[in-house]
């Protein structure tokens, strides 16, 4: 088995992992739930790629998407649902019947402003013929929030049912007073943790998150986004202490918190020194 640029290798490739007996132990045992999480988790290896301007790392990163697409077709063929060309033929077709400004078999040119409406009708249009082929009962409530996707990530979705629901008015006028719920939430945490209930501590936190990215989306921000770029200022932050630690000699484990503290510290200053915050922001 060589490498190829054919996608027909890597579907045989997939064959070759999950055929019995001379496949790959790992790879015969796996499910779709339980490749779900590592579909994910490529999906966000893509977008870091991105954000970081690594084409290399790109074109890496969307082969092991890829690998994603193919290891759920496996399994899907090998249950006689659909193959690999079923999946490339939904999409295209999908992408034709979205498009008919560009693939129109006549004259089926729409001016910029109409395209839009063209893609809004023709989704509903897709969506009607879903619920069809769905059973009667999972269709009986029709939902203003059926539309917002639930495989999404639960900060993208939080983010996607508040717009939603903000389309009828259901929602703050003033994000001064989503930060009055913010501060609600955590009060209700904290007579949580006074109650010592594990189970509404965590429910709690849960409604404090939803409420952050309340507060993020009536500011413009992407929950996501910034939740990326504060990762990544920990991580700076977390460097410095280790290797201001290892210019006297120290590491982590006998540096007691104070000290790592008194580090951290300095690193929101020197840190900040070397990359600059963006004009807007504030550093935690």
């Not at 060589?2 to 790959?24: K, Y």
């Not at 019947?97 to 560009?102: A, D, F, G, Q, S």
């Not at 849960?206 to 990215?213: I, P, R």
Request: aromatic share 6%; hydrophobic share 45%.
């Amino acid at each position: 088995m060589t490498p190829s640029r054919d996608i027909s290798r890597l579907i045989e490739i997939m064959a070759a992992l999950r055929t019995p007996v001379t496949g790959c132990p790992w790879d015969l045992v796996q499910n779709f739930e339980t490749i779900a999480p590592y579909t994910i988790e490529e999906a966000y290896e893509v977008a870091d790629a991105i954000t970081r301007g690594d084409l290399d790392d790109l074109r890496e990163e969307l082969g092991d998407l890829l690998l994603q697409v193919v290891y759920h077709a496996r399994m899907a063929e090998e249950q006689n649902a659909f193959a690999f060309g079923d999946v490339v033929e939904a999409i295209t077709k999908k992408m034709i019947r979205r498009h008919p400004h560009v693939f129109a078999d006549k004259d089926g040119n729409i001016q910029p402003a109409g395209v839009k409406s063209a893609w809004e009708r023709i989704k509903a249009e897709e969506k009607a013929e879903r619920a069809a082929r769905r059973q009667p009962e999972e269709t009986a409530h029709n939902s203003l929030l059926a539309s917002v996707k639930a495989g999404l990530p639960a900060l993208t979705r939080a983010m996607e049912l508040q717009r939603k629901a903000s389309t009828v008015g259901f929602d703050w006028n003033d994000p001064r007073a989503v930060l009055a719920k913010i501060r609600e939430e955590a009060d209700e945490i904290e007579a949580a943790l006074d109650r010592n209930d594990k189970d509404e501590v965590a429910e709690e936190t849960g409604d404090l998150m939803f409420a952050l990215v309340n507060l993020a989306r009536h500011v413009d921000a992407d929950p996501e986004t910034a939740l990326r770029a504060t990762n990544a200022k920990f991580e700076r932050r977390f460097a410095y202490i280790e290797q201001a630690l290892a210019a006297k000699g120290r590491s982590l484990d006998n540096a007691t918190l104070e000290e790592m503290d008194a580090l951290w510290n300095e690193a929101k200053t020197a840190v900040t020194a070397v990359v600059p915050a963006k004009a807007g922001t504030h550093t935690a």
